[in-house]
């Protein structure tokens, strides 16, 4: 099952434009990751927010998460042309085994 | 992709033959994970261990097998039963706790 729905599917700027990319989820969880894809390859983790952070900053990247709506976003600022890949939004249940629940992602294109 | 060796990264399998992909860690974690990946989709998971000699089915079990007799190794078995195994296949492990996972550069298998 996926729990995650990201908005938007697909999403192309310009280089030097901030890309914002969200996240909604269904059931209670532990924390929420984001990971990068370039194509045809492995996963790279970005940034880990737990359930009881609001907002958490990593380099040129920033993560929101809301509880409540059950949403998170993420927020790529100044983006360059090495920024362009496949972004997924991942959530970690509340039980020991950690299994993740992956969205379906989004194909962010910058443009040079 | 650190620790994390996947092999073959392509591998072409007829229809009726089993395959076995193989998966290697030195990062000394515990937790060991498979995912499959259809295209322009996410992930899914496939099998998880979080010890040697003990496994777990995931989402997607059904014509897939794995093994655990080495904390380093993670083997995945695809069967004949399993009806559309052309996909990206990952592995994925993580060290402890409420953490990240990290992951390897995958193997492409597909069914001619």
Same mark, same amino acid.
Request: charged share 20%; aromatic share 8%; glycine share 8%.
């Given at each position: 099952s996926q729990q995650g729905e990201e908005d938007p599917q697909a999403l192309s700027i310009?280089?030097?434009?901030?890309?914002?990319?969200?996240?909604?989820?269904?059931?209670?969880?532990?924390?929420?990751?984001?990971?990068?894809?370039?194509?045809?390859r492995g996963l790279v983790h970005l940034i880990l927010i737990r359930s009881n952070e609001?907002?958490?900053?990593?380099?040129?990247?920033?993560?929101?998460?809301?509880t409540s709506k059950k949403s998170s976003s993420l927020?790529?600022?100044?983006?360059?042309?090495?920024?362009?890949a496949s972004y997924f939004c991942a959530t970690g249940g509340?039980?020991?085994?950690q299994k993740l629940v992956f969205g379906q992602g989004t194909r962010l294109t910058i443009n040079p | 992709d650190g620790g994390i060796t996947q092999s073959p990264k392509y591998l072409f399998r007829k229809e009726g033959q089993n395959v076995t992909l193989s998966c290697e860690q030195n990062l000394n974690h515990d937790a060991m994970y498979w995912y499959r990946q259809d295209p322009g989709q996410g992930l899914r998971l496939i099998y998880y261990s979080q010890i040697v000699n003990d496994f777990q089915k995931g989402d997607i079990a059904e014509g897939y097998s794995v093994s655990r007799e080495k904390k380093e190794s993670f083997?995945? +078995?695809?069967t004949s039963a399993q009806k559309n195994p052309t996909a990206f296949y990952l592995c994925a492990t993580r060290e402890g706790g409420y953490n990240?996972? #990290? #992951?390897?550069?995958? +193997?492409?298998? +597909?069914?001619?």
């Open positions: 310009q280089e030097g434009e901030n890309a914002t990319m969200n996240c909604s989820y269904k059931t209670s969880i532990n924390n929420l990751q984001w990971y990068r894809q370039n194509s045809g609001r907002e958490k900053h990593s380099g040129r990247l920033r993560v929101t998460l809301d927020l790529i600022t100044a983006s360059r042309a090495a920024d362009t509340t039980q020991g085994a | 083997p995945l +078995t695809v990240e996972q #990290f #992951f390897g550069p995958g +193997t492409r298998l +597909t069914v001619l």
